[in-house]
């Protein structure tokens, strides 16, 4: 048996019915909270690899 597929809707009134794929607007998820961004900046992510110590063999440790 295969499995039914998604009703795709973009109502926010379906986002808890069974059986329904909700399409929501980029705008509409940063204004209900519904994803909270934890990614590293760029200047954070160069500060954590300096953290790092080099043990590239090809690199002889420079």
Do not use: C, H, Q, Y
């Amino acid at each position: 048996m295969k499995p039914k597929k998604p009703i795709i809707s973009r109502d926010l009134a379906d986002l808890m019915r069974p059986g329904f794929m909700v399409e929501i607007d980029p705008a509409d998820v940063d204004r209900l909270g519904l994803v909270e961004e934890t990614a590293l900046d760029e200047a954070d992510a160069w500060e954590s690899n300096a953290d790092v110590e080099n043990t590239n063999e090809a690199t002889d440790g420079r």
